[in-house]
């Protein structure tokens, strides 16, 4: 039998000691992303959700998902969203290529009224700060997910000095250190362990409760999946998506 990992144990208590931060001190903020998201749906609006990299995990974590808000959209940039593109590191020169976004939004279903939740852990490149911009120039309602202490102990990448948190209605603060990384340990010269990916996908599933939370206290019932691999599912999921086909483009 092996013994006990210490790395892994240290590993666990950095993200539950991160999550007792974002469940406490990002409460009054989550219910107001949630707030944004009820709106939306009462209103007839479309739900898009965006990120770059590894932020883009978060994003893809609540689109088409057993337990999910089916209104969730994934706002895919080719050659940004995930690690597939070869080189991976083509992706993060993207990120920084100035005049993206417009093009992105241009090109999207997204209209007046929708919202736009943005994950960048950074907040500093060019493509989420100019797609808060331009969103919300727009007319549409942006939810910033990022690290507020990038904005505050580093630079910004994008010719007007602003991070993504400069442009939202909403900023769900993750709390995550510059670097990503929760672990340190002798013989190994980088840091390690990255918390970003569970602590953002937490946010993301919270903000949604909050807006189930609030869409049934008007009445309104929530147009969630179910697991296909439980008796009934497909069913149950093929009658939301006609109910909300207008709404939903991820199965186009």
Same mark, same amino acid.
């Given at each position: 039998?092996?013994?006990?990992?210490?790395?892994?144990?240290?590993?666990?208590?950095?993200?539950?000691?991160?999550?007792?931060?974002?469940?406490?001190?990002?409460?009054?903020?989550?219910?107001?992303?949630?707030?944004?998201?009820?709106?939306?749906?009462?209103?007839?609006?479309?739900?898009?959700?965006?990120?770059?990299?590894?932020?883009?995990?978060?994003?893809?974590?609540?689109?088409?998902?057993?337990?999910?808000?089916?209104?969730?959209?994934?706002?895919?940039?080719?050659?940004?969203?995930?690690?597939?593109?070869?080189?991976?590191?083509?992706?993060?020169?993207?990120? %920084?290529?100035?005049?993206?976004?417009?093009?992105?939004?241009?090109?999207?279903?997204? %209209?007046?009224?929708?919202?736009?939740?943005?994950?960048?852990?950074?907040?500093?490149?060019?493509?989420?700060?100019?797609?808060?911009?331009?969103? %919300?120039?727009?007319?549409?309602?942006?939810?910033?997910?990022?690290?507020?202490?990038?904005?505050?102990?580093?630079?910004?990448?994008?010719?007007?000095?602003?991070?993504?948190?400069?442009?939202?209605?909403?900023?769900?603060?993750?709390?995550?250190?510059?670097?990503?990384?929760?672990?340190?340990?002798?013989?190994?010269?980088?840091?390690?362990?990255?918390?970003?990916?569970?602590?953002?996908?937490?946010?993301?599933?919270?903000?949604?409760?909050?807006?189930?939370?609030?869409?049934?206290?008007?009445?309104?019932?929530?147009?969630?999946?179910?697991?296909?691999?439980?008796?009934?599912?497909?069913?149950?999921?093929?009658?939301?998506?006609?109910?909300?086909?207008?709404?939903?483009?991820?199965?186009?």
């Amino acid at each position: 039998m092996m013994s006990e990992s210490k790395l892994a144990g240290q590993f666990f208590d950095a993200a539950i000691g991160l999550l007792e931060r974002v469940r406490d001190e990002e409460a009054e903020s989550v219910a107001a992303a949630g707030a944004v998201i009820a709106d939306t749906v009462v209103a007839g609006g479309r739900l898009f959700a965006f990120g770059a990299g590894h932020s883009s995990l978060a994003a893809q974590d609540v689109v088409y998902r057993a337990g999910g808000l089916a209104l969730m959209n994934l706002l895919a940039v080719p050659g940004v969203v995930g690690v597939d593109v070869m080189p991976a590191t083509l992706g993060s020169a993207l990120e %920084r290529v100035d005049g993206l976004a417009a093009a992105v939004l241009d090109t999207s279903p997204l %209209r007046a009224g929708d919202t736009l939740v943005i994950i960048s852990l950074s907040g500093r490149n060019a493509l989420p700060v100019e797609m808060a911009m331009n969103a %919300r120039a727009l007319g549409i309602k942006v939810i910033g997910v990022t690290s507020v202490a990038y904005a505050e102990q580093t630079r910004s990448r994008h010719v007007s000095g602003g991070f993504l948190r400069d442009h939202c209605d909403v900023v769900l603060d993750s709390k995550i250190a510059v670097g990503d990384a929760e672990l340190t340990h002798e013989g190994i010269e980088a840091p390690f362990a990255p918390a970003s990916t569970v602590v953002t996908s937490a946010l993301m599933q919270a903000t949604l409760a909050a807006a189930a939370e609030l869409l049934v206290a008007r009445g309104f019932e929530p147009p969630m999946l179910r697991s296909g691999n439980v008796d009934g599912g497909h069913e149950w999921n093929g009658r939301v998506m006609r109910e909300y086909g207008d709404r939903i483009f991820y199965r186009r």
